[in-house]
């Protein structure tokens, strides 16, 4: 590239005129200013400047540094973004149907999908707020203890979200190894749930037995009140149908006057037997319906045990909730877990950091340029005042915004009213003089007469 000489209509060019040397001077600019300028970004790029939060149409007026530079910061939030959308999905698709073991509910699928991309979003929305308004530091290539402590809230946001992000992907990378200790876990999990279950069953069980074994116990008290006189009928019985029968080889068998005597024996003692039994036989008539109730009642807690022995094994099976594989994860892989964590922290703060790094270039100062000209053209003017502080020794900034505008708009409205103020004033003075003059001139013509005086 030559070097520039402006050209010029002087004795050393008598035949170059002024529109000649104009062009000429023209043609020396271009040449040394010919620097391409991005004038048509592709569709890529401005995801990027939008996401860095840069200024495109400053941008294309910028060296390929800008541009770069951009774009690092663009791609460093885009690619949080899509890390927080799959790490999103897949902790929602945990929530909805990580219960459900081996089956796959495609609504649930979808669902989680949808609850990713507005994770991703929101987490995409406040990475490009984070490192838009970071600003660009002090303009050094150092990082100052003064920097530091402005930046320490955008830093603890950023790295709150990395760790929000690097949980479920954890789960993800380990997801082999996280699903094996979680089976175990469920195995543990339907042994103790079974283990009480068969407990309470027991004691139920067991407390239920022990009230038939005492309701027989009063049947048994209730019938001795009758004992004597059953076994009366019962040996009444025995003789007759002794007699009756061909046991006894001292008469024929059959009815006769003697088994006639022995029958109504029998039939008295009978009579006997149901007169006194008559007298218990609510009682135990009562009782022996408790004893059916209680047996009732043990053969549904058995059928109702099964029922919870099934409900446990379906309490295990679905165990293992995002919290718990989380858990699982940082106890058994816990150097893992911190690398991982750590990894996506420093992913989500880098930016902020790159930022305070880098030096001035000129997207800082045409950006800087485009807002004291937004200032300006609203009439605003800020004067700086710089004091001390005396705890820390820092020099502080203290700005001082003057609104010539708004003070234009403010001092016309005051002018206008004190205007009309003014001439309010002057039109009730004349009025009120040429009044005077006309009731001093006709007095009557301003006097009411009543008549009826």
């Known amino acids: 590239?030559?070097?520039?000489?402006?050209?010029?209509?002087?004795?050393?060019?008598?035949?170059?005129?002024?529109?000649?040397?104009?062009?000429?001077?023209?043609?020396?600019?271009?040449?040394?200013?010919?620097?391409?300028?991005?004038?048509?970004?592709?569709?890529?790029?401005?995801?990027?400047?939008?996401?860095?939060?840069?200024?495109?149409?400053?941008?294309?007026?910028?060296?390929?540094?800008?541009?770069v530079k951009a774009q690092g910061i663009g791609g460093i939030v885009l690619a949080t973004a899509t890390l927080a959308f799959f790490s999103g999905a897949y902790a929602f698709f945990i929530v909805f149907n990580g219960s459900k073991g081996a089956e796959i509910s495609y609504p649930d699928v979808l669902i989680s999908i949808l609850a990713g991309g507005v994770w991703a979003a929101v987490i995409y929305n406040l990475d490009r707020f984070i490192v838009s308004s970071g600003g660009h530091g002090d303009g050094t290539d150092k990082i100052t203890w003064l920097e530091l402590g402005r930046a320490i809230p955008r830093i603890v946001m950023a790295a709150i979200i990395g760790l929000v992000i690097s949980k479920p992907l954890e789960l993800k990378i380990m997801e082999s190894e996280v699903e094996a200790m979680l089976q175990v876990e469920r195995e543990n999990r339907k042994t103790e749930l079974r283990a009480k279950t068969e407990e309470r069953y027991i004691q139920d069980k067991t407390e239920i037995e022990k009230k038939i074994k005492e309701l027989g116990q009063e049947i048994v008290a209730e019938e001795a009140k009758v004992k004597e006189y059953l076994q009366r009928r019962d040996q009444a019985k025995a003789v007759y149908d002794e007699e009756i029968s061909s046991k006894n080889k001292r008469?024929?068998?059959?009815?006769?006057?003697?088994?006639?005597?022995?029958?109504?024996?029998?039939?008295?003692?009978?009579?006997?037997?149901?007169?006194?039994?008559?007298?218990?036989?609510?009682?135990?008539?009562?009782?022996?319906?408790?004893?059916?109730?209680?047996?009732?009642?043990?053969?549904?807690?058995?059928?109702?045990?099964?029922?919870?022995?099934?409900?446990?094994?379906?309490?295990?099976?679905?165990?293992?909730?995002?919290?718990?594989?989380?858990?699982?994860?940082?106890?058994?892989?816990?150097?893992?877990?911190?690398?991982?964590?750590?990894?996506?922290?420093?992913?989500?703060?880098?930016?902020?950091?790159?930022?305070?790094?880098?030096?001035?270039?000129?997207?800082?100062?045409?950006?800087?340029?485009?807002k004291r000209v937004a200032i300006a053209m609203r009439g605003i003017q800020f004067d700086h005042r710089f004091s001390r502080d005396e705890a820390s020794g820092g020099i502080s900034d203290l700005k001082t915004a003057t609104y010539h505008r708004a003070n234009v708009i403010e001092e016309m409205a005051a002018g206008s009213l004190r205007t009309q103020s003014e001439l309010t004033r002057i039109a009730n003075e004349t009025y009120y003089a040429k009044m005077s003059e006309e009731i001093r001139a006709d007095v009557d013509r301003f006097v009411v007469k009543d008549d009826k005086a």
């Open 251 to 370: 008469r024929e068998p059959g009815p006769g006057p003697i088994s006639a005597a022995l029958e109504k024996g029998l039939k008295q003692a009978q009579a006997e037997y149901e007169r006194e039994y008559k007298k218990i036989e609510p009682a135990v008539e009562e009782i022996k319906k408790e004893i059916k109730e209680a047996t009732a009642s043990k053969d549904e807690l058995s059928a109702k045990r099964l029922i919870k022995l099934q409900e446990d094994d379906q309490k295990g099976d679905q165990y293992g909730g995002l919290i718990v594989r989380i858990g699982l994860a940082h106890d058994k892989f816990e150097v893992a877990s911190t690398l991982i964590t750590l990894l996506l922290i420093i992913i989500e703060v880098s930016p902020i950091f790159f930022k305070m790094m880098l030096s001035l270039s000129p997207i800082d100062y045409l950006t800087e340029n485009q």
């Open 1 to 67: 590239m030559s070097e520039f000489t402006p050209a010029s209509p002087d004795s050393s060019t008598p035949n170059v005129g002024p529109e000649e040397a104009r062009i000429k001077t023209e043609a020396q600019l271009k040449d040394i200013s010919d620097y391409k300028l991005e004038d048509d970004p592709s569709w890529f790029n401005r995801v990027l400047y939008f996401s860095a939060g840069v200024d495109k149409q400053l941008l294309r007026h910028c060296t390929n540094y800008d541009r």
